[in-house]
């Protein structure tokens, strides 16, 4: 049998990867390597460029090329609007809409008892730190509805309350749910932010 020992160590890491599991990994691997020139080498040397250029804004937390991410960069997203999100995925989220034109400040997680998160661990203390510095009049809460993100959220409202306006995205149906497929919270969020028609 070939030594398959770079190919397993390869699959091993891709098993890794948020939603897959070794046997897709196996399977991406496989359909890689039968597309070698076209995938796997331009792959191989795109990982390598970012693992090099790869940072952390250091004002708000995005991920991009340089010490400071275009959004921070742009004095038009000045707004006065911070809006706080979870991760970086959350904050590709916000921008996809197009629809949000002010800065954003990434926690890095929320706040989790069971799994010993606390405030020292996100980036709490910088968020603190902005309204200091930055010219910051509205503070949207922009977490997860889970137990773990409105925890956070209530966390970050009691140590910014007096400070600045807080608010929060609205929770509901979203456009196109179907109430016979949303889950119990969601339809009674829905039903308590409702507005007049």
Do not use: F
């Not at 497929?181 to 829905?190: C, K, P, Q, S, V």
């Amino acid at each position: 049998m070939p030594d398959r020992t770079e190919i397993d160590a390869l699959i091993e890491l891709m098993a890794r990867l948020p939603g897959l599991g070794p046997r897709s990994a196996r399977r991406a691997v496989l359909h890689l390597i039968r597309k070698r020139a076209l995938l796997l080498t331009p792959l191989a040397d795109a990982m390598q460029a970012v693992a090099v250029s790869a940072r952390e804004c250091l004002n708000c937390g995005n991920v991009g090329t340089s010490d400071i991410c275009p959004i921070c960069a742009d004095e038009k997203r000045a707004n006065g609007q911070l809006c706080v999100v979870e991760d970086v995925a959350d904050l590709w989220a916000m921008e996809r809409s197009g629809v949000y034109k002010g800065r954003y400040h990434v926690l890095g997680g929320t706040l989790s008892a069971l799994d010993s998160v606390g405030p020292e661990d996100l980036r709490i203390p910088q968020l603190v730190t902005r309204l200091d510095t930055e010219s910051i009049t509205e503070v949207i809460l922009a977490l997860n509805a889970t137990v773990d993100g409105q925890t956070t959220a209530h966390y970050i409202a009691d140590q910014l309350e007096t400070r600045v306006e807080l608010t929060s995205l609205a929770q509901g149906v979203p456009i196109g749910g179907e109430l016979d497929y949303l889950d119990d919270g969601t339809i009674t969020a829905a039903l308590n932010a409702r507005k007049r028609v």
